[in-house]
């Protein structure tokens, strides 16, 4: 029997949905997801395994025009996915309109390797639209596999699956047949309190802020953990607690819920907050939090 395996890189705009599809894709949630543009900050892989297949998806931040270093880091992660792909999906909305990075847009279009182009969003969109955007799709990238898809309602998923499949070269497997990921359980952890921030703080709050795990203790029956929120300044660190503490209550209840979910075992969350000035825009701090290498 022979053996596929390879790189499939997920990229797209800010929220068309490209972390709701891995998440769909893999059956787990790996990436998170906000209405927020930039909730994802690094490349992410979900591994799909089967006897006679690995898959290897990488979720990478949305394409944007970098104003700060950490960003800058972020489009190098979209970079890199161009380069190790052997399928490359690139997810659109019905609703986009216009195409924010032209550079990007060429090299999809010139592209050696096989891109299917996902047209995503379909159940809040009218049958009209869909087609003539299909066809507009079809006509700007003429290289691709086109399908229409609902990342959210799993509306054609498995079939775009099959379609991975049947283009992913014959390989053996890149990780062990066992793995899902390649990033660390702690990463998880950050990731799903830093959701829970996007989603309740509003303007800069989310985008000042970073996550660290110092520590992960997993027992028979419980794992215990302890996580700092890290802001840039002292203003952002008493509104992330809130009155009384109740802001920062909040996204413990709401991150030890997902957590409990993701590990199937009890979770014990402590949360505190600490300022760290400026870390978006410090190298040194960049490399701590995995942004650089
Ligand atoms: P990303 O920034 O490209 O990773 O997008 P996300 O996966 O974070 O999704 C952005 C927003 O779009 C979230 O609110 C999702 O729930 C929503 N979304 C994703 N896929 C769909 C879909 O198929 N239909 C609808 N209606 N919403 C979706
Ligand atoms: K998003
Ligand atoms: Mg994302």
Not at 175 to 196: C, G, M
Not at 226 to 248: L, P, Y
């Amino acid at each position: 029997m022979t053996h596929k395996a390879g790189f499939v890189n997920i990229i797209g705009n800010p929220n068309v949905g490209k972390s709701t599809l891995m998440n769909a894709l893999v059956g787990e949630k790996l990436s998170i997801i906000t209405s927020k543009a930039q909730t994802t900050r690094h490349r992410i892989l979900g591994i799909v395994n089967d006897d006679d297949y690995q898959v290897i998806f990488s979720d990478t931040p949305g394409i944007i025009k970098p104003a700060y270093e950490l960003q800058e880091s972020m489009m190098d992660f979209v970079k890199s996915a161009f380069e190790d792909a052997d399928v490359l999906i690139y997810m659109v909305e019905v609703g986009e309109k216009e195409l924010k990075n032209e550079a990007f847009f060429n090299k999809i279009i010139n592209s050696k390797i096989p891109v299917i182009l996902l047209l995503n969003k379909i159940d809040k969109s009218s049958q009209e639209q869909v087609e003539e955007k299909i066809a507009y799709w079809r006509s700007k990238v003429p290289n691709s596999f086109v399908y229409v898809i609902s990342a959210l309602e799993k509306f054609n998923v498995e079939t775009v699956f099959y379609k991975i499949i049947e283009l992913l070269p014959e390989a053996p497997p890149f990780y062990p047949k066992d793995q899902l990921t390649d990033k660390p359980e702690r990463f998880f952890v950050n990731e799903t309190i830093r959701e829970k921030i996007l989603q309740q703080y509003k303007k800069e709050i989310p985008y000042s802020v970073e996550v660290e795990t110092e520590s992960f203790v997993e027992n028979d029956d419980i794992i215990k953990i302890r996580s700092v929120i890290m802001v840039e300044r002292d203003t952002q660190k008493g509104i992330i607690i809130g009155h009384k503490g109740s802001a920062i209550k909040r996204v413990g209840t709401d991150a030890r819920k997902d957590l409990q979910h993701f590990f199937d075992k009890k979770v014990y969350l402590d949360l505190y907050v600490k300022v760290n000035k400026n870390w978006r825009s410090n190298d040194r701090q960049l490399r701590r939090f995995g942004y650089k290498d």
